[in-house]
């Protein structure tokens, strides 16, 4: 095990922490104004994945794809908003969870019927791919730029809540819904508008990692699941405890993996060892999130003081 | 005809259904139809261990698969070490059920204690959240688990045997699984006509006020979320027995949302609400399954139509609202 691994797994645990945090900025925003449990996010994260796969295959370039992957999965949100998640916002969370359950299995099976039973293939575009030296480590070029346009989207998101009109009436939607609706604001718009946000995000998610797994049916349901452990563990409703939590996630999840079994391969003999750390490594982010909630009931950084 | 009346003849007859129909299809040599009632009936069972938590307690667990799984892999590994004549923690394998069911639900029991002691604090989305965590650690331990089977399952050979009966004749094991049905109705029914359920229905309703007139939640709370997964747990063993196979797949987070979908196209906390949603859903699968690759669209139609428009599931449909809300 060379300090060039660890490196590169850390990295990894990294691109993979930042692509989470995509995904739950859009689950804690719509948690954290609208007071809602969106399953169905995962579902919009596949329509991202799915678009920019056929729109890319279609032009045959990689940045049309992933702007056609983010326009469908915002529009997909606005309309799944108008028509359904409009009528669940006074409802309790049983029917949220249920409602958004519903969503899922027509969003998959329609999804299904348009594109097929069968993965799509997205390629890396030709100018991110190949790996770059970082001194002691050769790195996927591509993993690095994901990291990057992370940290990017990541500040921009922090800069249109933290400095614009929509995100001071976001903000302000957060603290106090009844209020700003007095003071004249379109709540329903703003609600539309906040979920479209959330919607593109996880569109952007999917189709930025689409390139490096296969576009397939069902790939939004594992990725919603760590959305939501990383923003129990972060707060609900707090996008730097998504920040944090995604990153916790991403990398004690990608370290786990790598270091358990080897770790207990040095205790005890190789095969038991193996199978008992990686089943304990996938448990690791689970048992962190148990205690997390034991200790800190509300998340690391609870949104609302 | 008042509404208590109206549910009552409905449930007589959701029940005798259930039974006639596989009676029949037992005339007319229709094995098919049998086993589908039994999944019916064993699904129903798993139900009606979710409802004691949330139909009575309001407690939404997102990870009831958890204890359908236990119980399964309980039946698999009783089974796979009875059939290769190994033992299990110093302890021989088996394949009678009635031990299976005890260790199912013994176990099942004890993990839902210390699940339920941790997350019974939270409400809201984190008591949703956390009960989904401790399921996921419990599907993804058994996917990574290589000593019985892990990802590929544990297949059950022979059905395990009951006293008396042939359960490998899909009519008897239907009887059996109809027999703990109406038994664990039964508990429902008596916890929520007991002191108990009244206990944990007002604390459901006002917590607050349930505490003012001396109730504790938290014990109340955690006994009834005990109860809740030894029965699901049980259902887990039988269902494993049913289908002769375990796999992390019992334990998925979809099943734990099928078992809450159940709950709610029955009817949320009417004591048949499972049973008819359990009906609903298989046949669902059954009929439509057939007719269209693409049933799931319009299971998750449906299921949007009776969340939005008609609360109170099939039960509330048909028998109008419950007295108590």
Known sequence: MSLALVLEQLLNGVQFGLMLFLMSAGLTLVFGVMGLINLAHGSLYMIGAFLCAAIAAATGNFFIGLMAGIAAAAAAGALIEILVIRRLYARDHLDQVLATFALILILSEGVRMIFGPFPLYLTVPSVLRGTVNLGIVDYSLYRLALIGFGIAVALGLWALIAKTRLGIRIRAGESDREMIAALGVNIRVLYTVVFALGAALAGLAGALVGAIQSVQVGMGEPVLILAFVVIVIGGIGSIKGAMVGALLVGVIDTMGRFLLPRLFATIFDASAAAGTGAALASMLIYLLMALVLIFRPKGLFPAHG | ?325
């Open chain 2, 1 to 325: 005809m008042d509404n208590a009346r109206k549910e009552w003849l409905l449930n007589t007859a959701i029940a005798l259904a259930l039974f006639a129909v596989p009676l029949w299809a037992l005339l007319a040599d229709e094995p098919f139809i049998i086993t589908t009632a039994t999944r019916i009936a064993i699904l129903a069972i798993a139900a009606v261990g979710l409802n004691i938590a949330l139909g009575l307690g309001g407690m939404v667990s997102f990870g009831h698969a958890l204890y359908l799984g236990i119980g399964g892999y309980v039946a698999g590994i009783a089974a796979h070490h009875a059939f290769s004549g190994t033992t299990v923690l110093g302890l021989p394998g088996t394949n009678q059920m009635l031990p299976i069911w005890a260790i199912a639900m013994i176990l099942s029991g004890t993990i839902a204690g210390i699940v339920g002691a941790l997350s019974i604090r939270t409400s809201g989305i984190f008591f949703i959240m956390i009960t989904l965590a401790f399921a996921q650690m419990g599907f993804f331990f058994t996917l990574s688990w290589p000593a019985y089977g892990g990802e590929d399952g544990l297949p059950i050979f022979v059905r395990n045997q009951f006293p008396g009966l042939n359960t490998a004749r899909p009519w008897e094991f239907f009887l059996l699984s109809y027999g703990v049905l109406l038994a664990a109705l039964a508990i429902f029914a008596m916890l929520r006509a007991a002191r108990f359920g009244a206990a944990l229905m007002a604390i459901r309703q006002n917590p607050d006020r349930a505490a003012a007139v001396g109730i504790s939640p938290f014990g109340i709370k955690l006994v009834a979320f005990i109860l809740s997964g030894m029965i699901t747990g049980l259902a887990g063993a039988m269902m494993a027995d049913l289908t002769r196979f375990v796999s992390p797949a019992m334990m998925a987070w979809t099943m734990s949302g099928e078992l809450i979908v159940i709950i709610i196209l029955g009817g949320v906390g009417r004591l048949f609400g499972p049973v008819a949603g359990a009906a609903i859903l298989v046949c669902f699968e059954v009929l439509f399954g057939g007719l269209t690759e693409h049933w799931k669209l319009w299971l998750g139609l449906v299921l949007l139509a009776v969340v939005l428009f008609a609360r109170g599931g099939l039960i509330g449909l048909l028998a109008g609202r419950a007295q108590h809300g």
